[in-house]
């Protein structure tokens, strides 16, 4: 089975920085796509970034230039860097696997109730 682990949230003041990873374990098909979300209560679940199998990166508008998200194969990790970070970042942050699936063509951000394995989260505060 697949396991996804995330680390790395905590409290940052605006302008800050903080790279979330999430540990990656399990037959995970190379054909997959690899995304970030965030979750504020009573809202609704956002999509941050994701990761095609062919590393393309994708990033919502809200995020694009500030953050970056990558992945190191031989650990198995996929990383969240975030940058110049605004209160409005605070938030759970999930990341997520779509088995066989590719990010592409908007995909990642239409189909979020159809990625397969989801992390338990890691809480980001900026204040």
């Known amino acids: 089975d697949v396991q996804l682990v995330e680390s790395g949230g905590g409290s940052v003041q605006p302008g800050g920085s903080l790279r979330l990873s999430c540990a990656i374990s399990?037959?995970?098909?190379?054909?997959?796509?690899m995304a970030w979300f965030r979750k504020v209560p009573e809202k609704e679940r956002e999509a941050v970034a994701a990761?095609?199998?062919?590393?393309?990166?994708m990033y919502a508008d809200s995020v694009k230039g500030r953050f970056s998200i990558s992945k190191d194969n031989t650990k198995n990790i996929l990383y969240l860097q975030m940058t110049s970070m605004l209160p409005e970042d605070t938030a759970m942050y999930y990341c997520?696997?779509?088995?066989?699936?590719?990010?592409?063509?908007?995909?990642?951000?239409?189909?979020?109730?159809?990625?397969?394995?989801w992390g338990q989260g890691t809480q980001v505060t900026v204040s």
């Open positions: 997520a696997a779509a088995i066989g699936t590719s990010c592409s063509g908007g995909w990642w951000l239409r189909h979020m109730d159809e990625y397969n394995y």
């Open positions: 399990g037959d995970v098909d190379t054909d997959s796509c």
């Open positions: 990761l095609d199998s062919d590393g393309s990166p």
